[in-house]
């Protein structure tokens, strides 16, 4: 029998259980929480679905590029099978090229665009090569005509600026070059590259510059270069090529620089930009092409039509660096351009003038410049000037003169470019303005001026004392160290008079440099050879100069400096 404790244990047990159900059920119905794989897999088949969709459009782009390139292996497989003449499936490969340039240029999207371009490229430039070089099914000529018909149908397009459009360019004058060369007929290929160039040019001057117009100049540069450096030899060399009259082969170089040329113009004169880099190495690129084909193709007549040509582009180089309807020449492009003009000027007398004639036209140049320079405030031209004046120096030997007539033996009498140039370095020195307070660059440009005229002056009053000590007596060693130092001491003495007179301290500072000159002298010239009575007169002529010059300089004020 069951005790009466474990009935009350079991009755109450019941009426928890029955209290805890009751709960149970008064509380809301809610649905059991998700797991986090339940919550994450909506998220992730989204995301999923979002990429696929992103990428649709880039992956049907490269299956309909690979598409278009598996149709050009089947047109190359007709055209090895030979089953159809090789001329009209040269054509049908053409179209079909040109066809895939025409869907680049009026695909909206652009990396659907760049894909379709790259795969012109690609099926247009082998046809072509194959079709040229080794079916030999097609003419040189009529290539050129498929390049020219692609580059038309591509430049109707506006959107020059197209990543696509910069690659078909890009991608037919690499195609001309390589034809040019591959095929060994250059001039059709050659004037494709030069209208491209001209092409860029233009848009660039209707401010719509081509990102890829850099690559096409430098096209055309190479496809020229090669076209001079094989006709340069003779006809028995290269049998293989065409003949070309020399006409025909320097109008490319010319074509490209006066293009060249022309678009600098503009851009400098008409527009007032600065020059860029690239365009000053073009300019001076087709200038080199156009001369070493001149040159090459007629050296008979090369001298003097390079140098008339130096000489008119150094005219237009001065016009345009000092542009004296604007005077507003930009500091970047008026120094390039008067750096030009100066090489051009040197350049173009070389060729045309022997030594003599060319150092006095340097040396009236120079005294031109100098007569210019401060009506147009041009310390530049002063500089010029200065190297005018070596150049002619150097073309008439007064450098050897002054060497033989102060150092050396004595000289010989001194040909008449040497005392006309003389003549003119102390004219332009005497000409050229020099201020009280000037800078650092016209002060060493006046110095230059003072020391060409003084070691002129000097050079041709040695050698008169030595001429005249030679009439009387057989001058030696020690006679001609003396006169020597007479002759620089008293050039010394009298430029310290004339600085302190005229108020140019420019001859104070020459002055200085000739006390300097004639110690080392008389160290290494008059204490080697000089004889005792003669030495003795050497070294007091020079104490007394070395103690008049400062003194000359002192009284007006001025220091050496």
């Not at 990428?55 to 497989?77: D, E, H, N, W």
């Amino acid at each position: 029998m069951t005790p009466p404790e474990v009935i009350e244990q079991l009755s109450s047990r019941i009426d928890d259980l029955e209290r805890r159900v009751s709960q149970l059920e008064q509380r809301p119905v809610t649905a059991p929480a998700p797991s986090v794989r339940a919550r994450e897999t909506p998220r992730s088949v989204e995301i999923a679905t979002e990429e696929s969709w992103q990428l649709a459009p880039a992956l049907t782009a490269i299956g309909v590029a690979l598409l278009g390139i598996a149709g050009a292996y089947v047109l190359r497989a007709l055209a090895g099978a030979e089953i159809l003449p090789r001329m009209i499936l040269g054509i049908l490969g053409a179209a079909y090229g040109i066809g895939w340039a025409v869907a680049a240029t009026r695909t909206s999207k652009q990396f659907a665009s760049g894909l379709y371009a790259a795969t012109s490229v690609l099926i247009l430039a082998p046809m072509l090569w194959e079709m040229c070089l080794r079916f030999q099914a097609m003419s040189p000529v009529f290539a050129a005509a498929i390049l020219c018909v692609n580059l038309a149908l591509i430049a109707s397009r506006r959107a020059h600026d197209a990543p696509a459009f910069s690659l078909l360019f890009a991608g037919s004058a690499a195609t001309a070059l390589a034809l040019s060369i591959g095929t060994r007929s250059m001039i059709p290929f050659t004037a494709i590259l030069l209208a491209m160039a001209l092409f860029a040019e233009i848009q660039r001057i209707r401010s719509r510059a081509l990102s890829v117009a850099p690559f096409v100049l430098l096209t055309a540069d190479a496809a020229v270069w090669a076209l001079l450096f094989i006709y340069r030899a003779p006809a028995a060399a290269r049998p293989e090529y065409s003949a070309l009259s020399p006409i025909v082969v320097l109008a490319a170089p010319l074509l490209l620089f006066v293009i060249q040329a022309a678009a600098v113009a503009v851009h400098t004169c008409i527009r007032r930009q600065r020059i860029t880099i690239f365009d000053a190495i073009q300019m001076m690129a087709a200038f080199a092409l156009l001369v070493f084909g001149v040159f090459w193709t007629a050296p008979s007549l090369a001298p003097r039509t390079i140098g008339c040509l130096a000489l008119a582009l150094c005219a237009a180089c001065y016009w345009i660096a000092f542009d004296p309807f604007h005077r507003t020449t930009e500091p970047q492009n008026f120094r390039l351009f008067a750096t030009w003009a100066g090489l051009l000027l040197a350049w173009g007398l070389y060729l045309l003038e022997p030594p003599s004639w060319a150092a006095v036209t340097f040396a009236m140049v120079a005294v031109a410049a100098v007569l210019a320079a401060p009506h147009l405030h041009s310390a530049t031209l002063e500089g010029h000037a200065v190297v005018y004046l070596a150049l002619a120096a150097l073309a008439c030997g007064l450098p050897a003169y002054a060497w033989h007539a102060m150092i050396a033996d004595a000289p010989a009498h001194p040909a008449w470019p040497l005392a006309l140039l003389s003549a003119m370095a102390i004219a332009a020195y005497a000409v050229c303005r020099e201020q009280k307070a000037e800078d650092a660059a016209h002060q060493a440009i006046h110095l230059a001026f003072a020391l060409l005229a003084a070691s002129a002056a000097c050079a041709l009053l040695t050698h008169g004392l030595l001429a005249i000590t030679g009439l009387a007596l057989h001058a030696e060693t020690f006679h001609i160290a003396l006169l020597r130092t007479v002759a620089l001491c008293a050039l010394a003495l009298a430029l310290a008079v004339g600085g302190v007179r005229l108020h140019r301290v420019t001859m104070s500072r020459v002055a200085y440099v000739l006390l300097a000159f004639v110690v080392l002298k008389l160290v290494f010239e008059d204490l080697r050879h000089g004889h005792l009575g003669f030495l003795a007169a050497s070294i007091g002529i020079v104490a007394v100069t070395l103690i008049a010059v400062p003194r000359v300089a002192a009284r007006a004020g001025r220091g050496p400096g």
